[in-house]
């Protein structure tokens, strides 16, 4: 199962967000932006969809 969009509102440094996501996505930005709170937010998500969200580390697996 993919998790196709997701909203988050008042999360740490995300006031609002609704977002569309392909079957891979690749957040890029200067620091500070809320990457990391967007990945966190996934990552809480992620149970609940069953999916696999993964940091990048290149290990394949959620970290």
């Given at each position: ?60 697996r959620?970290?």
């Amino acid at each position: 199962m993919l998790l196709r969009s997701m909203f988050a509102q008042n999360y740490r440094s995300l006031r609002s967000i609704h977002m569309d996501l392909p079957g891979t996505a690749l957040f890029l930005g200067e620091n500070g932006v809320g990457k990391s709170n967007l990945y966190r937010v996934l990552k809480a998500a992620a149970p609940m969809s069953r999916v696999s969200i993964c940091c990048g580390c290149g290990h394949g697996r959620a970290r």
